[in-house]
């Protein structure tokens, strides 16, 4: 499976994740395990990860980079503009995958 762009809303112990799958335009969203969390991005190609900055979010990233993603940190001002209906996880995520594309920053 070939991802290009994945949102991320991470918390304690579950990470919600949301893409769009390049090859059938399916929307995927999918809550991952903290103990599997890196696994899943392991395997797949480079792709561009968007995160709410953060405490968390910044080792996130650097993990992400050693793996050979690009990934966009953004403002929670900047995610919320993006995430529509009431907040929750995967509203964020689906937010934070939208804000990551977003050409206005």
């Known amino acids: ?13 579950v990470f919600q994740l949301h893409w769009v799958d390049v090859e059938t335009g399916k929307v995927n969203s999918l809550q991952i395990k903290r103990e599997k969390f890196l696994d899943f991005f ?33 403002t929670g001002k900047l995610v919320k503009s993006f995430v529509m209906g009431n907040k929750g996880d995967v509203a964020d995520a689906e937010g934070n995958l939208d804000s990551s594309t977003a050409t206005r920053y």
């Open 1 to 13: 499976m070939k991802h290009t762009t994945v949102g991320i809303d991470i918390a304690k112990r």
């Open 42 to 74: 392991i395997n797949l190609e480079p792709c561009l990860i968007g995160m709410e900055a953060c405490s968390g979010s910044q080792h996130w990233a650097r993990e992400f980079m050693k793996l050979g993603h690009q990934v966009k940190l953004m």
